[in-house]
């Protein structure tokens, strides 16, 4: 058994968040330290921060080996921690050091607890009394016991600060020092949360009780949005506070609105501790310390909130579980919601997935028992799905370069002059056009793994992402023959923004595409802004799927239901399913009826008749069946390796090097494929290729891959990242 205490001397090995490959041996220092404890070691001319890992290797020189400098005032890093953070380095293939910060992501971790001023009632009276001194008195008085900084009280209060600090000279104000990560106020669960129907009760009471038992769990609650799944697991929230544990709800960055917060501290009468990306460097370090202190209850975060340092947690609720966003796309390559799952497994905590359109993973997890599956079904209150309808964009007689149909455009307006909203939705960033016949709707797909063609215009060619295969345009159809029909198809939505203006003259039209605004909370209040009334048309990608609320919008139109239904993503048709649900739902949430339009040159398509019949098993079963067939994820298992670099043939030829010599891969029974460009083919100036990989599912994929990349020395500037469970694949 690892001894959880060293003695002063005694060899410790301590894991740095630096670049190294091992945890190196330290003497533990005057005093002795804690098994987990955070440590400031020297490694060079540096002095750098790490985690007692356990007992010193000593394959080293003893008296050589330095001892630690000092020991952090935090609590040491626990068990479970050490123990998550290693089962996640080796699933995702991650270093150590990588993992280890992000579970330090705040800063001045070393420093000893702040200090501030604070500001109370003092015990003497002011000799002579103003106006301004009667307010603050007045004020402190109400307040008892309270104290505040000199800036909340002279504002509170009325007056300027130098009227505080004459108070403070006469004693009739008491100024003392407190620390500045306070506690987070307490939750109270037992606060009555809204009377809920005989569906939502009985779900709430499962998991509910899941959590009181203290045992691993995880629980897909699946329910259409406004089914009032928030409201369910609101209450796993409160039962699970009731026990005396914290509970964390992971959201997408975007849904992590005010007007969420607000409605959890209506239930509990708190505010709980909010973790995001735009949260200062302040509130980053109190959250983290007070997490760790079990001072923070209730956490409330995007994906990194998963590895704050929680002291007891109980329950993760991972609300939008089909979300992507929920997948780091760049730095360590983790899945919020898998590593949630395993997380809680290590804890004995449960999981609760939220979601009206789950991922495919998750429903064959529940199909197989291995997640308890709830469905709320009935939508709470009035509001009713929209109607949705196709429009046959065959029968259309569209130019080329128009992309919005006479049948929707005339919806459009009839909201216009209604002073409604319509939402025109293309889940398509910049120019990446698809290439079909007109004549019978024929996509051209790729010749070696059935992937469709993306033309790109300085080639002159179609390319397929998934092999990097290229071929020139065709001029005759491959299907039927037809000549000259081929014709690029789905613009971009700025291409659609400039039909929007022309179209309708009158309207303000606002396009919302990720890569528009600076940050997650510039478009947020972009789009809480548009909300409100500040756009008519509003064109947008993906993004505006998600949790936000348009009262107004009455109308949305699916430019391109067939893009992704015969894509090169695996996930094509499953992310096209969710979209629809999800974009048909905007339409109408609020008392108004709405309407959702589709345009699809497919209307037969089993995916287009599934969302039209609001067949949510049926489109489940027909995508499981599909995907057992061809042996991919969740029924087999797929990598990707990308590297990067400054120079694209170099990077070509460092994955072609290693594509050759796959023994490792092929012994396991994997497969290689590529190099193609990756999903993101230039990051920062980094041009990235990617290799994929696919095996069975049982193979021991993480083993064979870290063998197969272990032979590769990489020259210059090249980087590689793997990436286990890709969920992009453009
Ligand atoms: P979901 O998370 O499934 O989208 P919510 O929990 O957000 O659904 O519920 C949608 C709306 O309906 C919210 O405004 C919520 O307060 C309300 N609601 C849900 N269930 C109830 C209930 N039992 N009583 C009162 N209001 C409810
Ligand atoms: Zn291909």
Not at 52 to 67: E, S, T
Not at 92 to 111: E, F, I, K, S, Y
């Amino acid at each position: 058994m690892t001894p959880s205490f060293y003695d002063e001397g005694a060899l410790v090995a301590v894991m740095t968040t630096q670049p190294l490959d091992r945890a190196l041996d330290y003497k533990a220092p005057e005093g002795g330290c804690h098994l987990g404890a955070f440590v400031e070691v020297p490694l060079g001319p540096r002095k750098v921060l790490g985690v007692v890992w356990g007992p010193g290797k000593g394959d080293y020189d003893y008296n050589k080996i330095r001892a630690v400098l000092r020991v952090l005032d935090a609590a040491p890093m626990r068990d479970e921690m050490r123990a998550f953070l290693e089962k996640s380095a080796a699933y995702t293939l991650t270093p150590m050091p990588a993992m280890l910060r992000l579970a330090t992501r705040a800063p001045g971790l070393g420093d000893p607890p702040s200090m501030r001023k604070v500001y109370r009632r003092g015990l003497s009276e002011p000799d002579r009394m103003t106006d301004a001194r009667r307010r603050v008195l007045d004020f402190l008085n109400e307040y008892g016991d309270l104290s505040f900084t000199l800036k909340e009280l002279a504002e509170l209060s009325g007056v300027t600060s130098s009227v505080i600090k004459g108070l403070v000279k006469q004693g009739a104000v008491a100024e003392e020092d407190s620390p500045r990560d306070l506690p987070f106020p307490p939750m109270d669960p037992a606060r009555p949360g809204k009377e809920l129907t005989e569906d939502q009760a009985k779900a709430a009471r499962h998991i509910a009780t899941a959590v009181q038992s203290g045992t691993y769990g995880t629980t897909l609650l699946r329910g259409v949005t406004g089914s009032g799944k928030t409201e369910v697991y609101l209450e796993a929230v409160a039962a699970c506070l009731s026990a005396g544990r914290q509970a964390l709800v992971l959201l997408p960055e975007i849904a992590l609105t005010a007007e969420f917060l607000k409605r959890v501290e209506e239930r509990f009468g708190a505010r709980p501790a909010e973790w995001h990306s735009g949260a200062t460097m302040t509130e980053r370090r109190r959250i983290w310390r007070m997490v760790g202190q079990g001072n923070a209850q209730l956490v409330i975060g995007a994906r990194s909130a998963l590895f704050l340092p929680y002291q007891n947690l109980g329950l993760i609720v991972v609300d939008e579980e089909h979300d992507t966003s929920y997948k780091q796309e760049d730095g360590v390559l983790y899945n919020a919601r898998d590593m949630a799952v395993l997380r809680a497994s290590l804890l004995g905590a449960q999981v609760v997935l939220a979601s009206a359109t789950p991922s495919l993973e998750s429903w064959a997890n529940a199909e197989s028992g291995k997640y308890t599956r709830l469905d709320l079904e009935a939508r709470f209150g009035p509001a009713v799905m929209p109607t949705m309808q196709t429009i046959d964009m065959r029968a259309e007689k569209l130019p080329s370069n128009r992309w919005v149909s006479e049948e929707l455009k005339r919806a459009v307006e009839a909201r216009l002059a209604a002073g409604e909203q319509a939402m025109l939705f293309l889940n398509r960033r910049g120019y990446a056009p698809i290439t079909l016949c007109r004549a019978c709707g024929h996509q051209v797909g790729c010749d070696q793994c059935d992937a469709r063609m993306v033309e790109h215009r300085f080639l002159k060619r179609l390319m397929c992402h998934q092999c990097g295969e290229t071929k020139p345009m065709p001029t005759v159809c491959p299907s039927c023959g037809a000549e000259d029909r081929m014709a690029p198809v789905g613009p971009g939505v700025e291409r659609l923004g400039e039909e929007a203006v022309e179209l309708f003259p009158e309207a303000r039209v606002a396009v919302l595409s990720s890569d528009m605004y600076g940050s997650a909370r510039a478009l947020k209040a972009e789009i809480e802004q548009i909300a409100e009334g500040g756009a008519d048309v509003i064109i947008g990608t993906q993004l505006v799927a998600k949790g936000h609320n348009f009262p107004n919008l009455t109308l949305v139109g699916v430019i391109d239901s067939d893009l992704g239904l015969q894509g090169s993503d695996l996930r094509a048709a499953e992310r096209t399913f969710q979209l629809m649900r999800q974009v048909a739902g905007r339409a109408g949430r609020a008392e108004k009826p709405g309407t959702a339009l589709l345009q699809t040159y497919q209307p037969e398509h089993p995916v287009i008749r599934a969302i039209l019949a609001g067949d949510e098993e049926g489109f489940w079963r027909a995508e499981a069946a599909q995907r057992e067939a061809a042996g991919v994820p969740p029924y087999g298992r797929m990598a990707g390796i990308i590297f990067s670099g400054p120079d694209v043939a170099q990077v070509f030829d460092a994955a072609n090097a290693l594509a050759r010599n796959a023994g490792a891969l092929t012994r396991v029974g994997a497969q290689v494929f590529g190099p193609a460009p990756a999903p993101i083919a230039r990051i920062r100036g980094r041009h990235r290729v990617r290799l994929l990989v696919k095996a069975g599912k049982g193979v021991a994929l993480q083993g064979a891959i870290a063998q197969w990349i272990g032979q590769l020395r990489l020259k210059g500037d090249l980087r590689l990242a793997v990436d286990i469970d890709p969920q992009s694949f453009y």
